[in-house]
Structures are given as C-alpha cells and as structure tokens.
C-alpha cells in the first residue's frame, strides 16, 4: 500500500506510516519506578515472566499494530502489572483462587458476595474489558488500545485476466 512502511522481518503487513520498532525488551527498573507497589513482592524474575505473558495479549515485534516502540512498551509494562496485580490477588486468596468479575451484591451479617461472571458484559462494555477492568492497570490498557480495537479493511486485487492490460471484475465485463 502506497505511504506505508513494510516490516523489516517480513511476519505481517505492517500498517503504520512510520518504521516499526522492533520487539522492545523488558527493563525491570523502568517498570519498578513505574508500580513501585510491587518491588517488595514481585522479584525481577517473575516480573519478566509477566512480561512474557503480557505478550501473548499484544504483539511485541514488528508485525504489531503498536508500531512506536516507546507505546508499545508502556502497554506491555500495563499489561505485566495487571497480571502481577491478579497474581496477588489470586495468591492472597490461598487454596480456591480469587474470584473473578464485577461485585453485584454483598452483605455484612454470615458474610456474602455475589459476582456477576467475566464476559457476561457486566461493566456495561464488550464482553472482552470485562477482564481488563479487574484491575487498573488493565483499565488503563483497554482504553489506552482502544484506537487498535477497530476494524481494518484490506482491500484485494482485482483478478487481471489478461485482456486490454485492465483488471476485471465481475461488475466490468466487455461487452
């Protein structure tokens, strides 16, 4: 496509007007000054596995629709604290887990809690935010990506049949 820069290793078509950045890496300093909240539980170790995980959820290579590798870190950091915030809640909660989705309902006498079930559309958003907005630092990620959540349309070539040096379609018949 005319105006757009291809990527450099060849994994997808890059849509961006500028060049895209290569994976970027994690820098555990940049995201401990960033969530200073988990530098006393979440060594440097674990944090890159999140980080590793967190790229399940966004492309970190050239192919990604975040092409500023500066963006696409700081979403990557996002989604490595939402996932070390549910770690801790999960593990805070001992044997059985957390449990997961939107307060409904609570009560105070023989204590009770009601949730209404992930991708049941409770927070009033796609059914998808409903897992981001347990925390938020995935709050912060789904409305930060929320420009890449869009439709894209690719158009495709015409079939070229060989006649006047024209492409033909089923709409452009000689008569």
Known sequence: MEGFVTCTCGCLPCTCQVACA???????????????????????????????EAELFLANNCGSLVCDGGQRSLLLNMLAAHLAELNARATKAGVGGAMTGQVTNASEGSVSIGFSPLGSG????SPGADWFNQTPY???FWRATAQYRMARYYPGRQPYLGIGGWPVSIFNRLP
């Not at 820098?27 to 674990?46: E, G, H, M, N």
């Not at 409770?122 to 958003?125: A, F, H, L, P």
């Open 138 to 140: 995935g709050a912060a």
């Open 22 to 52: 290569d994976a970027v890496a994690f820098d555990y300093d940049t995201w401990i000054a960033r969530y200073p909240q988990f530098q006393c539980t979440v060594s440097k170790q674990l944090a890159a596995l999140f980080f590793s």
């Open 122 to 125: 409770g927070s009033g958003e």
